[in-house]
C-alpha cells in the first residue's frame, strides 16, 4: 500500500490574520486544482511556536450532513459551504 504524504510549506506573513488570509486563499486556489486538498486542516502558528497551531477554516458540519463549513474559523455567521461574497465572484455571468 502507497503512504499519503503531506507537504509541509512554509510560509511567512507578518501576523496572524494577513496568515490566515494568505492560507485561505492558498488553499482555496489549491483546491481547485486538486481533488486532495483538504482546506479544513489548514492552520498556521508562529515561526518560533509551532506547536501552537491556529484553525483558518470552520470546517464543522454543515446541519444538513452535505458537508462542511468553509467559512474562516472566526466567522460570526451561519456555517455555509461557501462564503456568500465569493459565491457571488465565482458565478458565472
Known amino acids: 500500500m502507497t503512504a499519503r504524504?503531506?507537504?509541509?510549506?512554509?510560509?511567512?506573513?507578518?501576523?496572524?490574520?494577513?496568515?490566515?488570509?494568505?492560507?485561505?486563499?492558498?488553499?482555496?486556489?489549491l483546491a481547485q486544482l486538486s481533488a486532495r486538498v483538504e482546506p479544513g486542516g489548514v492552520t498556521v502558528s508562529a515561526e518560533d511556536d509551532q506547536g501552537v497551531r491556529h484553525w483558518v477554516f470552520c470546517d464543522r458540519p454543515l446541519p444538513d450532513g452535505r458537508g462542511r463549513c468553509a467559512l474562516p474559523a472566526d466567522h460570526t455567521t451561519a456555517c455555509a459551504r461557501r462564503a456568500p461574497w465569493l459565491a457571488d465572484r465565482l458565478r458565472v455571468r
Open 5 to 29: 504524504w503531506v507537504i509541509h510549506l512554509p510560509v511567512t506573513a507578518p501576523d496572524l490574520h494577513r496568515a490566515r488570509i494568505f492560507a485561505r486563499t492558498a488553499a482555496r486556489v
